[in-house]
């Protein structure tokens, strides 16, 4: 007996190292099998990351696991994705491991997971997913299968986990889109014939020629689909569909023929509650449904029979009808009745050009107005053709207690409509307006708006558009809104493209305003409650924050040409005068042409745009400023303050071209920081007040000798460049009287500033200091010295620092000094030489001439000594520079740091 249990024991340890060992004896061989099989029967790229196989986690089947498996299709649709997914399980029976290679393995089980299906067909009519390789030595499709092994498919259960589906179709503008895909099954596909019972949910999205007619409904479908394996017969049983809350009953069967596919489905609602209306909506948008009240029935049922094949689809009859239906929001008074609705898709050929939809009759009343409208769609699937009629009245009053509205949002007036429409979609797409009819009119009056777009009341007192023409035209608008009144008329060109499809609004539109306010276009959250005028004396740090994400924005819907004027626009603290100009407003850009206003008693012209399409709005200018009152100027703009913040002292007029782009904060004022350009600045004025700057102020201090009151910067021209938060100033030259100054530098948008003044200071600013050094020269010598004198300003323009160059000027001026002594000297040798030639022609002694030529006279018997000759030899003439040199430098020293009655008179 302990022999029995012995053996018995090491059978079962045998048999528990094969379990163990068999998955790593057949992982490679499966693996390859599968690649191999399916790169074989697949005109695609198959590929995955790993495969894995157990025989214990779906005991007593053997259990492969592939992970991200992928097939990337070829030409035509080289490199899209055809189906991926992350997960893919297989359960196996384990015998059939040990199968031939040209037997099958059986596939009890299959689960997907995180799955992406794209099924694509192109403007050839060519299907992406037809990339089963045909065998044209197999005569049927059995022989095939029992020759070529794989695995085949004898499913008891099926799974396809959170899995998204395409299907794009580029002929028929069809495209199909479930996303969050759960569905399940469990039946016996080794049977002939057995029932599969069904499981599905997902999200549904569908549109045809761009319009979308289901837009993420959530659609349920329990169903016992009875299979007929060997006919390829699927017919409906027990079943219910839910598209969002609306019920649908199915009945019929499908029937996969040879050459084409049978449909005989129909389908109804089972019950008719108006309620089922609503389920239609869109879960996003039925947010407001919560406790609504409604009468009146809603009835769905259609028939949908016929081949499907290359030329033919089923023959379609959906009816959607209700009759006297009605519906009240919770907490509001205002029912919405008489709700009438009859609509019909309807094919009766079998081709899908003469698929149509005819929507007889359509209206409701809310209070005592009443809406009608209907319509006939043909050619779904090709270029779709619109008859439309509206026609009615409406009281936003009675809208408002009728439908909910956003918080904060209120509206009063009345609309006025009576319009007929015929177009079809090729003109909408390629803007052929000449090809859209439309006739009648609409009329707004007294309509009011009340919410969180604007920070006040928004009125359109009257707004008038004539329908009879190919582009719609608005006759008249009159509107205001706080400060701002308008009054706007124009051409609108693609209304029905703006609200059918996804283009802009287009139209060329004439704007006129006696006065624009910007900051009436704010929320009260942009403008953070501080007046227009505060916020043009916000600091520059201030400025150069970041702006939020509540910025004003252009709208993206426009796509228009505006030509504008108004009397006045108000502007971050600004007033400007005699605005004129036009606009293009494309791809939330506004581009300005030949923009001219009045302020500051001058002129400006602009030309630029400015865009709000990225999170941070940008903006290029060129701004041309003629006669500019440069006080008010310097007053008004900011940018003048942190660019050219010296002319806050002076008074007269300017002329400035500047050119420059950088990012605007969220009331569209610029951020200093950001700015890059450069500007070219003209000065007609003669006026300075040094005491309203500080470095000015700080540099009559500091170098009193000149009086910067008596600067004369008439016609005085110079150019700026500024990036990356500096400003750097080409050098440029003006007087201060008889003293020539060269100006350079740089400053920082912070205001610390790096600038260079070169005086040329002429010799007889000396005075009485300077008399006994200039002595020696001449008074016409005296008169040509100039001394370089550089003067460097640092530090910030509020708490300047001026350093004077002294060493350089007193090296310059003793230098000039000795050069003129050197030629004066030259000069008398070259007499004295002169004289003693003339002499010794004469006959006479040359040596007493030489004499007194060096000695300040001149040849002859003159016997004047000059007391400030000077020797001859090196020694001496090192002393007299040292000496010089000394007297210069106290000369310069004495003209800063004091008072001075002679450099006084000198000003005077």
Do not use: C
């Amino acid at each position: 007996m302990k022999k029995f249990f012995k053996i018995l024991g090491i059978v079962i340890v045998v048999l528990v190292i094969l379990l163990v060992a068999t998955p790593y004896l057949f992982k490679d061989k499966i693996a390859e099998l599968i690649k191999t099989e399916l790169n074989k029967a697949l005109n695609a790229e198959v590929d995955f990351a790993d495969v894995d196989l157990s025989l214990f986690s779906a005991f007593p089947d053997a259990r492969l696991e592939i992970n991200e498996l992928s097939v990337i299709n070829k030409a035509p649709f080289a490199g899209d994705t055809l189906f991926f997914g992350n997960e893919v399980k297989l359960d196996l029976p384990i015998g059939d491991l040990f199968n031939g290679a040209r037997e099958p393995i059986r596939v009890n089980e299959l689960a997907i997971s995180e799955a992406f299906t794209r099924l694509q067909v192109n403007e050839e009519g060519v299907s992406s997913w037809d990339v089963a390789v045909v065998d044209s030595t197999a005569t049927t499709s059995t022989t095939q299968a029992e020759s070529s092994g794989g695995f085949s498919l004898d499913l008891k259960h099926y799974q396809v986990n959170n899995t998204r589906i395409i299907y794009d179709d580029a002929v028929t503008k069809n495209i199909l889109e479930i996303v969050d895909m759960n569905h399940s099954g469990n039946g016996d596909f080794s049977l002939g014939e057995s029932t599969l019972e069904t499981m599905t949910e997902a999200k549904v999205f569908y549109s045809l020629n761009d319009i979308a007619y289901l837009t993420g409904q959530q659609v349920k479908l329990d169903a016992d689909i009875l299979m007929d394996l060997e006919n390829q017969k699927y017919t409906f049983q027990d079943n219910k569909a839910l598209i969002n809350e609306l019920e649908l009953v199915f009945e019929g069967f499908i029937d996969l023929e040879d050459e084409s596919t049978i449909v005989d489905l129909s389908f109804n609602a089972p019950t008719s509650d108006f309620k089922n209306f609503f389920a239609l909506i869109p879960e996003t948008y039925r947010t407001n449904l919560d406790g609504i009240t409604t009468t009146g029935d809603f009835k769905v049922d259609g028939a949908i029979k016929g081949t499907v094949d290359d030329t033919y689809i089923p023959t379609l009859n959906i009816k959607v009808v209700s009759q006297n239906a009605s519906v009240q929001y919770p907490d509001l008074p205002q029912k919405i009745t008489n709700i009438n609705i009859d609509a019909h898709l309807v094919n009766d050929t079998g081709l899908v050009e003469d698929t149509y939809l005819d929507i007889k009759n359509t209206a409701f009343n809310i209070g005592q107005d009443r809406l009608t409208g209907n319509a006939m769609i043909k050619d779904l699937t090709g270029n779709m053709k619109v008859d439309v009629n509206a026609k009615g009245n409406l009281d936003f009053a009675n809208l408002t207690r009728a439908f909910p509205m956003p918080d904060g949002v209120n509206l009063d007036g009345r609309l006025a409509l009576d319009m007929a429409a015929r177009f079809d979609m090729e003109s909408i797409e390629k803007e052929r307006y000449e090809r859209i009819n439309t006739n009648g009119t609409a009329r707004l009056s007294d309509f009011k708006y009340l919410g969180g777009a604007f920070t006040k009341p928004f009125i359109i007192s009257k707004a008038n558009l004539d329908l009879s023409t190919s582009r719609i035209k608005l006759n008249e608008m009159l509107a205001q809104t706080g400060n701002t009144d308008l009054k706007a008329s124009g051409n609108i060109d693609n209304l029905i493209g703006f609200l059918l499809q996804d283009q802009g609004l287009k139209g060329r539109f004439n704007v006129s305003s006696n006065t624009f306010d910007v900051s009436d276009f704010m929320t009260a959250s942009e403008d953070g409650g501080d007046s227009a005028s505060a916020k043009a004396n916000q600091s520059t740090a201030t400025q150069q924050s970041t702006p939020t994400e509540q910025a004003i924005k252009i709208p993206a819907f426009l796509d228009a040409s505006l030509d504008f004027t108004a009397n006045q626009v108000l502007y971050d603290g600004l007033t400007l005068k005699n605005v004129s100009g036009s606009a293009i407003v494309r791809d939330e850009t506004m581009t300005l042409n030949n923009v001219r206003t009045n302020i500051f008693n001058g002129a400006i012209g602009v030309n630029g745009s400015l865009s709000t399409k990225g999170e941070t709005p940008k903006f290029t200018m060129a701004l041309d400023m003629k006669n500019l009152d440069i006080a008010q100027s310097f007053q008004g703009f900011e940018m003048f303050q942190n660019l050219v913040p010296i002319i806050g002292a002076l008074d007269g007029t300017m002329n400035t071209d500047i050119n420059f782009s950088g990012d605007l904060n969220n009331d569209l004022s610029p951020i200093i920081s950001s700015l890059a350009g450069d500007a070219i600045a003209q000065l007609l004025t003669k006026d300075v007040d040094v005491s309203q700057n500080p470095l000015l102020s700080r540099i009559n201090q500091r170098v009193d000798f000149i009086d910067l009151d008596a600067l004369n910067l008439s016609d005085f021209t110079t150019k700026l460049n500024f990036s990356n938060g500096a400003v750097q100033v080409s050098p440029f030259d003006f007087n201060i009287k008889d003293i020539k100054v060269t100006a350079s530098g740089s400053h920082s948008l912070t205001n610390e500033m790096n600038y260079v003044l070169d005086l040329n200071l002429p010799a007889k600013y000396f005075g009485k200091e300077g008399a006994s050094l200039l002595a020696k020269l001449e008074a016409k010598e005296v008169n040509q010295i100039t001394v370089p004198l550089p003067i460097r300003l640092g530090g910030a323009m509020t708490s300047p620092q001026v350093n004077v160059d002294l060493q350089s000027a007193v090296t310059n001026l003793t230098n000039q000094i000795v050069e003129i002594q050197k030629q004066k000297l030259k000069d008398k040798g070259e007499q004295a030489l002169s004289g003693a030639v003339n002499d010794i022609l004469q006959g006479n002694d040359p040596k007493q001439g030489i004499k007194d030529i060096l000695n300040g006279g001149s040849s002859g018997n003159t016997q004047t000594q000059d007391s400030t000759s000077t020797s001859n030899t090196p020694a001496s003439e090192k002393d007299d520079k040292d000496k010089i040199k000394e007297a210069a430098g106290g000369l310069l020293r004495g003209l800063f740091g004091k008072k001075n009655d002679t450099v006084k008179e000198k000003k005077k």
